[in-house]
């Protein structure tokens, strides 16, 4: 667990929450960042650090809310608090559930071969992350080993030195601000794996192309395939749960003075910034899911028209040689008399005919251009 006091142009972190709270810090407001495995631990000490720091709790729903590691992306509030579950696109942790189907849902034979499609898919975690925003106090709870958490706190760690704050970094000024700032962290992470995304269907897509190669992983690509399509949900689940929060900031009271209602612009600013970039990442998806699409579709339509290519041969190589069996099948019946099977000539004459035949045959399909060379 980590405890970060974010006041006056500084950060003091702490490992343990406030000892004996009694009311809200006096400046700043407090950010508890803690695992999902130490809030269930812990639950009963963040509870009563809650109920001193804020005058109240966590309902019990929203608690089951904050420990479920399956809960889609979704905004509640309360009169007091508010609540969003926001389910993270980035690498993927030890504890980060699958990406695609539940595993309830797969064979238990075929979950030791199952794959995700390509490995950039693979590396995609989309396990929750729960934020409870108070007036003062901001509690998270994350994934084991949260990437986007230390991250976001070494930051903060840093924006609090001199050489930052003479560079103009600046520091969150409400806990919904640091929410916001972190929901756009774990945004933009997806955002930074794209061009890998990109670089791996540009290479299925040339392996489907391949007009003389056999393609026989139909499997990763379906599996590439309902990836994809359970990220395009994930996304659109991140999208409402944000659309929820920003129409929310619509009804809270105007500000009694400027710097309140000039801090609620900010909030309002930050969060159409994080909703664009989610919105990047919607379109992103499904351009990818529409890709693996085409390229599939692209895949059976050139084995049509290699099949028609190789159809289009046997028939113009039949219509040549159909003739030519029908000369030698006259020749052949087992009659005593017939003409010219007995002259001198007669060979001759029948070659010349067929190579005649030939002739007349080719010359009629490659003027219909059944023989043309493809380009």
Same mark, same amino acid.
């Given at each position: ?93 030890a504890d980060a559930e699958p990406l695609g189907l539940n595993d309830a849902a797969i064979p238990t034979g075929l979950k030791s071969k199952r794959q995700s499609g390509p ?85 299925? !897509? ?5 007009? #003389?190669? @056999?393609? +026989?992983?139909?499997?990763?690509? =379906?599996? /590439?395939?309902? &990836? ?43 969060s159409r910034d994080v909703l664009e970039h989610i919105e990047r990442v919607v379109h992103h998806v499904r351009r990818m899911e529409q890709s693996a699409e085409t390229a599939? !579709? ?5 084995? #049509?028209? @290699?099949? +028609?290519?190789?159809?289009?041969? =046997?028939? /113009?190589?039949? &219509? ?5 069996n029908l000369i030698t099948g006259f020749f052949g019946m087992n009659f005593e008399f017939m003409p010219i099977i007995h002259s001198y000539d007669g060979f001759w004459w ?26």
């Open positions: 667990m980590r405890v970060f006091h974010i006041a006056a142009g500084k950060v003091v972190e702490t490992d343990a929450l406030p000892e004996t709270p009694t009311s809200s810090p006096s400046s700043g407001f407090l950010w508890i960042a803690c695992s999902r495995a130490e809030f269930e631990a812990r639950q009963a000490d963040i509870q009563a650090a809650l109920q001193g720091l804020t005058g109240t709790q966590l309902v019990d729903l929203h608690v089951s809310d904050l420990l479920n590691r399956q809960l889609p992306s979704h905004y509640d509030y309360t009169s007091q608090y508010d609540v969003l579950v926001f389910r993270r696109l980035a690498a993927r942790s490995p950039v898919l693979r590396r995609i975690d989309t396990s929750p992350v729960a934020f409870a925003v108070f007036d003062q106090v901001l509690l998270t709870v994350h994934p084991t080993d949260c990437s986007v958490r230390d991250a976001y706190a070494l930051r903060l760690l840093n924006a609090s030195s001199a050489e930052s704050r003479a560079a103009g970094v600046k520091l969150p000024t409400s806990p919904a601000d640091l929410m916001l700032r972190l929901i756009n962290l774990m945004v933009d992470g997806y955002l930074e794996l794209r061009r890998d995304l990109t670089k791996q269907m540009d290479h299925w !897509q040339s392996e489907l192309l391949k007009p #003389s190669a @056999r393609f +026989n992983n139909w499997s990763s690509v =379906l599996d /590439a395939r309902l &990836a994809l399509h359970h990220l395009d949900e994930i996304c659109e689940d991140q999208r409402s749960a944000l659309q929820d929060w920003v129409d929310s900031i619509e009804t809270w009271p105007e500000g009694a003075t400027p710097a309140l209602q000039r801090e609620r612009e900010l909030l309002k600013v930050r599939v !579709q692209m895949h059976f339509s050139v084995q #049509s028209n @290699r099949t +028609n290519d190789i159809m289009r041969t =046997l028939t /113009a190589l039949t &219509a040549i040689f159909l003739p030519l029948t070659l010349s005919c067929m190579i005649f035949l030939i002739v007349v045959a080719v010359t009629l399909l490659w003027r219909k251009r059944y023989l043309a060379q493809k380009n």
